[in-house]
């Protein structure tokens, strides 16, 4: 079955701690993106990538880090620098210029800093 | 600056009539709308989307309409059905990003589909 995998599905940090959360496709789309869900908001875009080894801030960039090395994977850390990192964390990938802009989504990974 | 707007934060409708639920935008740039569907701790999963130069398009129980001069986006549900009841968010996607599809979403809204 194609799709998009997250993990862990629930994460809990201490504060001051960098997380690594886990976004690995087997769709082969080249195209990934990283988003975060606050309760009351929409979707806010963190990075994405059109390529490996490219990657472009999104909206909210400050205090994440991502990297792209393979084209599956498109792991995203949580760094201590984010100031407010409680949210639920989604993955998504879109085929290569994708006529209708269609995201496929993960199902998700909660992050939460006690 | 939220350029996608969904100003209702939630929608209750009975079993079997029309939802119809809104949206608005700003920036007149935006080349593809969708909606997306979203049940509690589950990604988004994709509904129906429209061409900015088209004015409808449907699939199924499932019709959007676009207001180009207005800014204005509505999904249409008919009939209503209990399992629609999710959080719906509406997203368009704007110029600039490559080859990559850069959505930029609204708040949502709850749809609630009473018996």
């Known amino acids: 079955d194609g799709g998009i995998t997250q993990s862990p599905k629930y994460l809990f940090r201490k504060e001051g701690q960098n997380v690594t959360l886990s976004c690995e496709q087997n769709?082969?789309?080249?195209?990934m993106y990283w988003y975060r869900q606050d309760p009351g908001q929409g979707l806010r875009l963190i990075y994405y990538?059109?390529?490996?080894?490219?990657?472009q801030k999104g909206d909210i960039a400050e205090g994440y880090s991502v990297s792209r090395e393979k084209k599956e994977s498109f792991p995203l850390t949580v760094t201590s620098a984010q100031k407010n990192p409680t949210a639920f964390y989604l993955c998504?990938?879109?085929?290569?210029?994708?006529?209708?802009?269609?995201?496929?989504f993960g199902e998700g990974s909660r992050l939460t800093v006690l | 600056d939220q350029q996608v707007k969904q100003n209702s934060p939630s929608l209750s409708v009975q079993e079997g009539r029309i939802s119809i639920l809104n949206c608005d935008y700003t920036n007149s740039m935006f080349d593809y709308f969708l909606w997306y569907k979203k049940y509690p701790a589950e990604g988004p999963t994709f509904l129906i989307s429209i061409s900015s130069i088209k004015d409808k398009n449907e699939d199924g129980r499932f019709t959007v309409f676009l207001n180009k001069s207005a800014k204005h986006l509505s999904l249409h549900i008919v009939p209503s059905q209990p399992g629609d009841s999710a959080v719906y968010f509406c997203?368009?996607?704007?110029?600039?990003?490559?080859?990559?599809?850069?959505?930029?979403f609204g708040t949502g809204t709850r749809l609630q589909v009473t018996l």
């Open positions: 997203a368009a996607r704007g110029a600039g990003a490559g080859t990559a599809s850069k959505l930029t």
């Open positions: 998504a990938s879109s085929m290569r210029q994708g006529l209708t802009g269609e995201l496929f």
């Open positions: 769709l082969n789309h080249d195209a």
């Open positions: 990538s059109q390529i490996v080894n490219d990657f």
